[in-house]
Nanobody, 121 residues
Framework: QVQLVESGGGLVQAGGSLRLSCAASGRTFSIMGWFRQAPGKERERVAVISWSGGSLYYADSVKGRFTISRDNAKNTVYLQMNSLKPEDTAVYYC????????????????WGQGTQVTVSS
C-alpha cells in the first residue's frame, strides 16, 4: 500500500522551531513537498524538493525560515521550521509525485493525512 505518514506537528510559541517528517511507503517518489491549509484559507504550497535535492521551491512566506530536505535511503522528507509565526498555524500535508510537467509541480499524486501545527503568540 502506497502511503505518506506525517509526524512532528504540535504546539509551539512564536519564534520557536518544529521539524516535520513524512515517511513514504510502498514506492519511492522523485518529487516530494509540503503544503499547508489554515482554517478558512486555500491550501498553500510551502516547499518542494526533487530527488537529488538540486531543485527546491519555497513559498515567499517561508523563505529564510523553513528548510526542506530528504533522506532517500529512508524514503523520508523533512521540513525544518524556524522562527515560527502565528500565521504559520495550519494543517501541514506531505505530498509526493513521480513526475511533473513544470517546476514547481502543481499536481501531486499522493497525499498524507496531515499534521497540525499551532503557533501561539
Amino acid at each position: 500500500q502506497v502511503q505518506l505518514v506525517e509526524s512532528g506537528g504540535g504546539l509551539v510559541q512564536a519564534g520557536g522551531s518544529l521539524r516535520l517528517s513524512c515517511a513514504a511507503s510502498g514506492r519511492t517518489f522523485s518529487i516530494m513537498g509540503w503544503f499547508r491549509q489554515a482554517p478558512g484559507k486555500e491550501r498553500e504550497r510551502v516547499a518542494v524538493i526533487s530527488w537529488s535535492g538540486g531543485s527546491l521551491y519555497y513559498a515567499d512566506s517561508v523563505k529564510g525560515r523553513f528548510t526542506i530536505s530528504r533522506d532517500n535511503a529512508k524514503n523520508t522528507v523533512y521540513l525544518q521550521m524556524n522562527s515560527l509565526k502565528p500565521e504559520d498555524t495550519a494543517v501541514y500535508y506531505c505530498a509526493a509525485t513521480t513526475w511533473a510537467l513544470q517546476w514547481p509541480p502543481v499536481d501531486f499524486s499522493t497525499w498524507g493525512q496531515g499534521t497540525q501545527v499551532t503557533v501561539s503568540s
